[in-house]
């Protein structure tokens, strides 16, 4: 079994606390030196207890959810044989409630815009193959709860 981790680090500065008006920013430090700013989603807490300009913990589980998505589509386009010149996902989440007064993503969606190029071209079945064997195989998604969906798109490259 592989270890996966990163140190989260907060810190309340000079804030009461107890009034609930201290800042949600924080910082996720990852073992290769990343440092990422995050902090809680201003849906959440209002500015200026959050920080707009930090990645919240929602934003980073679709994140995670795309970036797996994609690194098994790749690696299975490529032992297919397929070239892929172009990978873009405007992924998004839905959060709502489930149950017991609980918040949580309800689904994750998907929308991969991939261009491909070169000698084998791929079709539909193909492609919508790819994904399918990519949702299968990524770890987050078999990690999670919500229902995860794919909605792509693919194109070839312009040949100039």
Known sequence: ??????????SRGEAPFTDGQYSRAHAWRFDGGAVVRASSSPHAVRVPWSDPQGVDP??????????????WFLSLAAEQ?????????????????IGFG???????LLHPQVTFSG??????????QLHEVAHERCYIA?????EIRVEGGWRMADAS
Request: proline share 5%; aromatic share 6%; hydrophobic share 40%.
């Open 1 to 10: 079994m592989s270890p996966y981790g990163c140190i989260v680090e907060w």
């Open 58 to 71: 929602e934003e980073a589980l679709v994140a995670a959810a795309s970036s797996c998505h994609m690194l």
């Open 81 to 97: 044989g397929y070239v892929v010149d172009n990978y873009s996902d405007a992924a998004e989440a839905q959060m709502g409630p």
């Open 102 to 108: 609980r918040q949580g993503i309800l689904k994750i």
């Open 119 to 128: 000698a084998r071209t791929p079709d539909d079945g193909a492609v919508r």
């Open 142 to 146: 078999n990690s999670l709860r919500s």
